[in-house]
């Protein structure tokens, strides 16, 4: 098998958590989601976690020193050592050349940006659908999600551009059943 040092990377609502639990279990690698991350901070009410809620409840990023202090903190611990599977995470170009940094400071090196990609109005129907089942306060208003998905096109996919002359994109349509996705992402893998 090819490498374990993987990005899931795609507009909100690809199905990257869905995808990201299975995948963790085939590559047996941590699941790093700087979402749920954020999540917990903000459900326990932590000093980092009211100050990702100014952000996230209006569909902006939190800002990069925050999330790149947190995802390093992260990747240093030794779970992190063969394979890592990182989900949300870069979402902005210096984010990125943040993890370059952080990848050659501990001697990681990137094998897969997996790019899942949706057209917008499948987003905004996922998401309004997600709202309901999982409280989401971020999927709720139609405003947000619009701010998610202008964030997303503005700020995370410019990511690709610098990602893909590495030779390290490998793109894989969302569109279809849970399994059928997860099917073409396993082909990566080889
Ligand atoms: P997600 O669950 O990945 O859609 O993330 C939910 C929210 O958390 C996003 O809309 C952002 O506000 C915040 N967030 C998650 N990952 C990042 C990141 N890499 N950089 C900045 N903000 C993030």
Redesign the pocket.
Known sequence: MSGKNVILFGP?GAG??TQAAKLREFLDVPHI????M??YHMKNDTALGRT?KE??NQ??????DV?IAM?KERLARSDARGGFLL??????VP?AQALDQICKENGITLDHIINISISDEEIRQRLTKRAAIENRA?DADPKVIQN?IN?YKNQSEPCLDYYRPKGLVRDIAGLGTIDAVFESIKKVFG
């Open positions: 909100p990257k958590g989601s700087t979402g749920d954020f999540r990702a952000y996230t569909g902006k990023l939190v800002p990069d999330t995802v989900d949300g995470f870069p979402r902005s984010q971020d998610r964030t």
